[in-house]
């Protein structure tokens, strides 16, 4: 029989005590006062066998409500979409997975070339000049780059829309606190950035604007006309994208970014429970010195063969402190490449017919619960998520639902006070019309049940 880890036995335990010259484990504790050592038995099951254990382990997992069992409505950041198998494959393999730190690049070529591959797949979706190795999530990249403009235009206001993440909104709050860097929030109207509001914000003072492309609610942001705006004030233009909708809607590249950020869950990374996930970050190229994090680049050895190495680490590890654009210090180098291997799989036809899929299946959620009767916020175009009044609260709704092996949308109430009784729903891909049909049908039905009890 093969053991995971052979276990200690009582000849292993007595052999140990004797070659370290006591009689028993509890002669190891005798510096402690007997009057406060920990006399009862701890509130812990009985250990069992190995096989009792994995059959107790396997029930409890069982109980989950994963998205290959429920249909999932729920989005918010975090998005069940297509993984092409392959990318298991490629990232179980030891060589990547066991893989730390490529500081020597004459070991570590498979790791740096799996690096420069996702950096020249990021610029190519977002159309910037550079990306660095990954960051940890979407939120903290964003904080990153409103770090990075502070510092860059020495100013101390940054500007960011409500329709960004909420979470990523209280991220950036985290790290300007701490650079005394004032954060003030642009209002929205009808779902997107109000931008009279953001004109009228806009001073000398102000070091970047922050957006979401498609923001929070899924809808389409004017970010050209908002970088117009932030530029003529000498500010940096920060936008924050789902890579996925890269695939169809035209990159922050080409619309005046000056930064680009996210978080490239949607490419081949599991919803896990929240983590661990992967953000991007991007810049034109009169910003690249300012990256936090490292890059990789492409060079030549002495004999003319192609090979990879670390380019640039402008981090305190190895510059001077005062120099150092972030604390940073390490990058997501796994999650990186699993991104990189579904994004390859997929190919640039298959995430534009995959970024369609997302537009056309919200679209028919849309149209289905306006059927209904249902208040669908907003008339313009979406991508992945709708905002739909459902007249009742979110948190009953959802438990119907999920009696019914359906996994219910983001209730907005607790973010948003006065968009109780709203749900973020989101459509992907992966979504049947036979599943959103359901959604739809016991929605209505859970509303009609409630409102009949309260009438």
Known sequence: ???????????????????????????????????????????????????????????????NADTTRYASFLGAG???????????????????????????????????????????????????????SSMYDGGTSLAEAAMLAAGHTKRKKILISETVHPEAIDTVKTYAKGQSVEVVTIPRKDGVTDIEKLESLMDDSTAAVLVQYPNFFGQIEDIEKMGEITHAAKGLFVVSSNPLALGILTPPGKLGADIAVGDAQPFGVPEAFGGPHIGYFAVTKKLMRKLPGRLVGETVDEDGKRGYVLTLQA?????????????????????????????????????????????????????????????????????????????????????????????????????????????????????????????????????????????
Request: aromatic fraction near 8%; charged fraction near 25%; hydrophobic fraction near 40%.
């Open 1 to 63: 029989m093969k053991h995971r880890y052979i276990p200690m036995t009582e000849t292993d335990r007595k052999e140990m005590l004797e070659t370290i010259g006591v009689s028993s484990v509890d002669e190891l504790f005798e510096a402690i006062p007997e009057a406060v050592r920990f006399k009862g038995d701890y509130n812990i099951k009985k250990a069992k066998s190995e096989s009792a254990l994995t059959k107790e382990l396997m029930q409890l997992a069982a109980k």
């Open 78 to 132: 975090v998005y069940d979409h297509y993984k092409p198998i392959i990318v298991d494959h490629v990232i179980s393999r030891s060589e990547f997975y066991t893989a730390y730190t490529p500081y020597q690049p004459e070991f570590s070529q498979g790791e740096l070339q799996a690096i420069f591959e996702f950096q020249t797949m990021i610029c190519e979706l977002t159309g910037m000049d550079i990306s660095n």
């Open 315 to 455: 981090r305190e590890q190895h510059i001077r402190r005062d120099k150092a654009t972030s604390n940073i210090c390490s990058n997501q180098a796994l999650i990186a490449l699993a991104a990189s291997v579904a994004m390859t799989g997929l190919g640039k036809v298959g995430t534009q017919e995959m970024a369609y899929q997302n537009i056309v299946k919200t679209r028919y959620a849309k149209e289905a619960f306006e059927k209904e009767g249902f208040n669908v916020l907003s008339n313009q175009a979406h991508f992945n998520e709708i905002v739909v009044d459902l007249k009742v609260p979110v948190k009953e709704v959802n438990d119907y639902l999920f009696e019914r092996e359906i996994i219910g949308g983001y209730d907005l109430g607790l973010k948003f006070g006065e968009l109780k009784n709203h749900a973020l729903i989101a459509v992907t891909e992966q979504r049947t019309k036979e599943e959103i049909d359901a959604l739809v049908e016991y929605t209505a039905l859970c509303v009609q049940e409630m409102e009949a009890l309260n009438a």
